[in-house]
DNA sequence: TTGTACGCGTTATCAG
DNA sequence: CTGATAACGCGTACAA
């Protein structure tokens, strides 16, 4: 039963309490040798009994570092994004920084916005996946580049940590699996081209098509944030609604997340076209719901933990060990291979 | 450009630029209605010029209101869990706010210490989903308890803000929904009993059994955390290695959470045992998973917008509108009829 | 309309 | 070994 309803206890007020000076409490709190031991001790059992808490605040505007960092990310309940939410929070908990969270909902000015109260409160580290290519709102990480991890490819401009996953590289593999099937006519949902991933990941779809000889003009594109939506609302806008066939002959889909194909699913379970033997289909991002689906999503694995492990390792790096260096590092995605594809002719 | 690489730029700082006290740019910055029209422009200007971004550890200690909530749940990665998040942080950043997550990993020491680290920074509110049913930690939060939104059912100890899911009747339903379907013989997997929610939902169980006159010792418990994992190994374990028959009859699995009803999923696909012709089973949560699994999972709906919403109402109500009045919610799952139970005789 | 003075709870420096 | 004292950046009574 610590002494609560009190006023906030502090060490003034335990000092007054020992009738000692507040600053030998604070040396005792904080143990400096030069406090006697005993002294120390009293100190030491006054605070417990009252409950004594150290104010971060005022610990973080004198000594200038508030034991925080910022966690900047889109759609933070995508599960590869919720993974390094809890890994960075879990991680950092341990030595006593706190985790504080925003999420941007893929919009410009909102991430403005939440740069600028991240900033405000002095975070020790950044970790943020832009929202843009286009990489304005980062400039105003400037001061602190080097300890700020970004999680989307390199920005020349921008020198600072970066923990990326080659989406080129993965949009290439799922092109080239589909192709590699058969599948040269293929609807495409990518996310709209600001966003940093998208046009990486077309440049593999394009070069995949180019190695098969096939044209990239013939494939229908379909742009939109990650969601189930966007998928069920884009097959059905490419189905006419009384025939049920495809406007335009299509035996595949090349999707850039797994929502995309899993809203594809949906709209497909309604208009009574099988996966994967009327259309088949590649996702990406492996989400959890893909091994489980039906059938069971082929798709590209992004290694989260890895993404994970590394940003939390590069944080750990700068907070504790106050490590100067400037890290990068790229991940690749891999296929998995399910049953949502089928090998036509 | 703005003014970057400076040391930090301060309400007084800028107004040495200006040659006026800082008080007066504290107050243009402030809109107080005292300052002349023309010097506040000059200060606004000013202060944009220089990139100025105020404080906010400065603010809180002074104005004793850091402008945070604090939000401690288990395992932020669970979907439900991160809906709240999302939700709370997204909304609490419209009105400054920012949230601060912590993760107590089901375990009561982490919860302690994560309840210490919050309060520490003097939220204005705190969101806490306990660890156990033994609410000893929650007693350091008992100088804020009107400010607190606690996520489990009610302690009598704790006049807090409830936001609360009927754990006893969704129990009682999904027991019952097995019991009408004809399974008596059912594998029960619950979450340890020291958590909040258990013994409620193993409370509505027995009634549920209790009312069907089918005596509750025959049931087989499994007791975990909530993984794929425990699910998994569960079923493994009770099932003969060699005959790869149950070791005691049984045709049904009850539950208290998706994840272990997929990790069931798991194991029967490893041993050939067909779902729901082998084995009917229910879930619990409605994870998303739920309706693309094969078989898609009839599975007990947690109303996580409403819950989300709930409790980031209560947090504006108080942020915003300094609301005194403690509140409660107690919200109902209901039942989501899929695919994974055979009504059998 | 603007400026002065003080305090929020710490840490850190310097005397005693 | 302990105690004053200043400073971190901001808000606010009160004085000018």
New binding site residues.
């Given amino acids: 039963m610590a002494g609560k309803s009190e006023?906030?206890?502090?060490?003034?007020?335990i000092?007054e309490e020992l009738?000692?000076?507040?600053?030998?409490?604070?040396?005792?709190?904080?143990n400096?040798?030069?406090?006697?031991?005993?002294?120390?001790e009293r100190v030491r059992e006054k605070a417990a009994q009252l409950g004594?808490?150290?104010?971060s605040?005022?610990?973080g505007?004198?000594?200038?570092t508030s034991k925080t960092v910022g966690v900047i990310l889109n759609d933070i309940e995508n599960p590869t994004r919720t993974h390094i939410v809890k890994k960075i929070s879990v991680d950092l908990a341990k030595y006593g920084y706190t985790t504080l969270i925003f999420d941007s909902l893929y919009d410009l000015s909102i991430e403005r916005k939440n740069l600028l109260t991240v900033l405000?409160r002095l975070p020790d580290c950044v970790v943020i996946s832009p929202v843009s290519v286009h990489a304005e709102n980062l400039s105003l990480l400037s001061n602190m580049y080097d300890r700020t991890v970004i999680l989307s490819r390199m920005f020349d401009a921008v020198p600072a940590n970066y923990v990326h996953m080659d989406h080129r590289r993965g949009g290439y593999i799922s092109a080239k699996t589909m192709l590699e099937n058969g599948h040269s006519r293929n609807i495409i949902f990518v996310e709209p081209s600001e966003f940093p991933s998208s046009d990486q990941f077309l440049e593999g779809v394009k070069q995949a098509y180019q190695e098969h000889g096939v044209s990239f003009n013939e494939v229908m594109m379909v742009y939109g944030t990650p969601s189930l939506e966007v998928g069920y609302q884009g097959l059905c806008d490419l189905l006419d609604q009384n025939t049920r066939q495809f406007k335009v002959p299509t035996t595949g889909v090349i999707a850039s997340c797994d929502l995309f194909a899993f809203g594809v699913y949906r709209a497909a379970a309604k208009f009574g076209i099988r996966i994967p033997d009327d259309l088949s289909i590649i996702g990406y991002d492996d989400n959890p719901m893909a091994a489980l689906s039906t059938p069971p999503l082929t798709t590209m694995y992004m290694p989260k933990e890895a993404i994970a492990s590394h940003c939390s390792e590069i944080l750990i790096s700068k907070l504790i060990n106050k490590d100067p260096v400037i890290k990068s590092y790229s991940l690749e995605p891999y296929l998995v291979q399910r049953d949502s594809i089928k090998k036509i002719n």
């Fill in positions: 006023a906030n206890v502090t060490i003034k007020s000092a009738g000692v000076s507040f600053s030998t409490v604070a040396k005792a709190l904080n400096d040798p030069l406090v006697k031991e005993e002294t120390r004594y808490l150290p104010n605040l005022a610990k505007l004198r000594s200038k405000s």
